[in-house]
């Protein structure tokens, strides 16, 4: 187990990830990215840890996933390294497959940060050491962890990432930016080449990555890459060639995505959280603002599906094009 990633690098020459985010990349968001892309190595939403030790119910919500998910990385988040400890016993059961753990130290919500969770454990260096050193000891699962370029720039990311290491971290992920720079700030990728040079253990990037085809340009030696926000309505993002769908594939992939939400969750979140997901997949479609209000008000299965078909109907003439192909006009539609 512990030289998974070896593996898959040798398997894959560089590691093509779906990166955390809380709210979005639930198991019915992964199927998809799967279904699109399968080579592509799905991270969950993050998760805490003392949620995970006090709730069975929660472990039970979202600990188990479909065989198109595998291998599937949990990531955890918490300050002690006991309650990570009783996590990862959790976690590693058989019965919920979980390939690795992943232990967040990247997120910078301040509230959070202060108590130090997040990437509060950069400066909180010792806590950081010690959850790896403990993970290891509890678990046969790899332990990675996910980071920033550091707290405020005053801190050594290649000593940081080194202590990690020795600490038995099987591979380190770097977000592009420090804790205080949050989610802005232009991308500054030499300091991660700088830190391949000094670490044993594979080293991935996360930055605002666009496709396949800009990862190309910028991961250079690294082991592999991250994208985040990109993918959202775009799960095409991940395969080679800058691959635009077409209207018929988009259409595939929303009534898919609303199915497997309804298999995951219970009707009412389903019917909330699907509304942000629809519309935005349409966010090219010349003609999505007449659908906004159906998308966003649906409020079931049968509802969306609807929809959908009725999109499928109205543009059935321009199922097999490209949203930069499109060429659609009042007139073409029948609409005065």
Known sequence: M??????????NKKLVMLAPMDWYWDSAYRQVVKKVAPNVICVSEFYSADWLVHSKFLADSVLPHEEIEDPLIIQIFWKDPENF???????????????????????????????????????NTETAFEIIRRLNE?????????????????????????WLEEAWASLITIHW?????AYTWIANLEPIYELKKHLKIPVICNWDIINYEDWIKKVKDLDGFMIWRWSFWNPWCFLPWNYIPTLAEILEIMKFHATKLVETKWEHKWSLEIRKHLVQYLKNFPWVKAYRKKLVTTDSLENSVAVINEIKEKFKDFLDKKPWAWEITKESLGIE
């Open 2 to 11: 512990k030289d998974f990633w070896r593996k898959q690098i040798e398997k």
């Open 85 to 123: 400890a009783l996590a990862a016993k959790i976690i590693e059961q058989k019965k919920y497959n979980i390939a690795w753990i992943d232990v967040n130290m990247w997120c910078p919500a301040k509230k959070v940060v202060r108590s130090w969770h997040w990437s509060g454990l950069i400066i």
């Open 138 to 162: 509890i678990t046969d699962l790899p332990i990675s962890v996910k980071t920033r370029l550091s707290f405020d720039w005053n801190q050594d990311l290649i000593a940081f990432a080194k």
């Open 177 to 181: 930016r420090t804790m205080k720079q």
